[in-house]
């Protein structure tokens, strides 16, 4: 009796460009074009499974509120799935990846975020010449063929998988070169490699307890970045604007000037949570009710706030969940209040 293959289930959320063996390409504009774009990756079949559901027309920019769609699908699916591969647009998969890895809470099944480097702009045999050869690109269909294949194996995270490495999702980062590894993480938050097969690092306690899904409010969460010589006014103007959350990204070593103290005295006065970001050093501001972050990338950071916004109101609270290590943003054994 032939083995029972595991069902997995496919979202096309963009990143589904497709150059063919012909040079011509594919994408997927909504739920007709699936199966003719299915049918160039038949090797799928021998691994799972495969449900696709169509929740983005690839190339459309992505809103915070589609992040509800992937996480509502997941939800009402994962029952009945083995696990989950999301095809996504490589601009949005850092902030997709980590807002995932926040609101999917107790997740016992693998997420896997993959997708095309290709536009559906790139229409020409010039535009993928010139594009493949500055990237040396393996394409979308070894991307997926082996996230897939993650996708029923012992991981129980939110990950992506680009290239020939397998990233914990919320501490990946941009790769500042040009290779087909488009993201890239610190060893300890690279969970695996592709050589010849998926070799994973550590085997994950995969689970089927149901998840706890939080799903995005609608906040306004403004992004202040200081620079030399920002004034006070440019800082006056965003309390102004009623944002529900302002997060701050400083270059200093000591937070921020001591001249914008008294803009965070009025945000504290009006409620506003505040979080203030340096990514290698933590800042110190003397606000109580004010997060002050470090160790962690600003994509998971932008992404863990409008979560923490999404479960509470009150500034104290929001403040000490940004400082909590909730899906190993912080990476091995670093907490943002260390």
């Not at 021998?46 to 939800?75: H, Q, S, Y």
Request: hydrophobic content about 40%; aromatic content about 8%; overall charge negative.
């Amino acid at each position: 009796m032939a083995k029972q293959l595991p069902t997995i289930t496919l979202l096309f959320a963009g990143g589904a460009t497709l150059q063919t063996e012909g040079n011509t390409v594919l994408t997927v504009r909504n739920a007709e074009d699936i199966q003719a774009w299915m049918d160039h990756v038949p090797e799928l079949s021998l691994i799972a499974k495969v449900e696709p559901v169509f929740v983005l027309p690839d190339g459309k920019e992505i809103e915070p509120e589609d992040w509800n769609k992937l996480i509502t699908i997941i939800r009402d699916r994962y029952e009945k799935s083995d696990g989950f591969v999301i095809l996504q647009g490589v601009d949005t998969m850092l902030y997709s990846g980590a807002f995932l890895s926040f609101a999917l809470q107790g997740l016992g099944k693998p997420v896997v975020l993959t997708g095309s480097p290709l536009t559906p702009e790139q229409s020409t045999a010039a535009d993928l010449k010139g594009f493949i050869s500055h990237y040396r690109t393996l394409g979308v269909r070894a991307n997926l063929i082996n996230s897939v294949q993650v996708s029923t194996m012992a991981v129980a995270e939110t990950c992506i998988l680009f290239g020939n490495q397998l990233l914990r999702a919320n501490r990946a980062r941009k790769s500042p070169g040009t290779s087909f590894n488009v993201f890239e993480a610190d060893e300890p938050d690279t969970l695996g490699r592709v050589d010849f097969g998926i070799k994973l690092k550590a085997e994950q306690q995969r689970s089927t307890d149901p998840i706890h899904a939080v799903l995005l409010a609608e906040k306004n969460l403004a992004v202040v970045r200081l620079h030399p010589g920002y004034r006070p006014e440019e800082f006056m103007q965003v309390i102004q604007s009623k944002p529900d959350g302002i997060l701050v990204h400083t270059y200093m070593q000591g937070g921020i000037p001591e001249k914008l103290y008294p803009i965070l005295r009025i945000a504290e006065q009006q409620g506003i949570p505040v979080v203030v970001f340096n990514p290698y050093l933590k800042p110190t501001v003397p606000f109580s009710a004010i997060a002050c972050v470090y160790g962690t990338s600003y994509e998971a950071l932008y992404a863990k706030f409008l979560w923490a916004l999404s479960k509470a109101t009150n500034p104290g609270v929001i403040a000490k969940l940004l400082e909590q290590n909730v899906a190993k943003e912080f990476g091995t054994g670093k907490e943002a209040g260390d």
